[in-house]
Nanobody, 126 residues
């Protein structure tokens, strides 16, 4: 059963912006849990992009997206967002939303997360 559903991906030009959304299906986010975004390009391993804690106060980003991407959440809507600005061709990948339920693991490791969405394609042309 699908529990996380991503949306908002698409084909854009370098320098454009996109906002990805991740919503729950059938349940709410776990209190005290963390929500993360990962991405995977063809032939490469899945890599960490950003993570946000339950309150939305603590946020961490991969070096490659710092200053360009912003993660946020709206617990009342059971939704987490990834605002992506100044997109580059190297940002092209399938983007995945993931939930790490308590007890929390190491946020940069994909193995720490308990649930995953199906992914949404982001393609940035030059």
């Amino acid at each position: 059963q699908v529990q996380l559903v991503e949306s908002g991906g698409g084909l854009v030009q370098a320098g454009d912006s996109l906002r990805l959304s991740c919503a729950t299906s059938g349940r709410t986010f776990s209190t005290g849990g963390a929500m993360g975004w990962f991405r995977q390009a063809p032939g490469k391993e899945r890599e960490f992009v950003a993570v946000i804690n339950w309150t939305g106060v603590n946020k961490f980003y991969a070096d490659s997206v710092k200053g360009r991407f912003t993660i946020s959440r709206d617990n009342a809507k059971n939704t987490v967002y990834l605002q992506m600005n100044s997109l580059k061709p190297e940002d092209t990948a399938v983007y995945y939303c993931a939930e790490d339920r308590p007890p929390l693991g190491t946020y940069r490791r994909a193995a720490a997360y308990d649930y995953w969405g199906q992914g949404t394609q982001v393609t940035v042309s030059s």
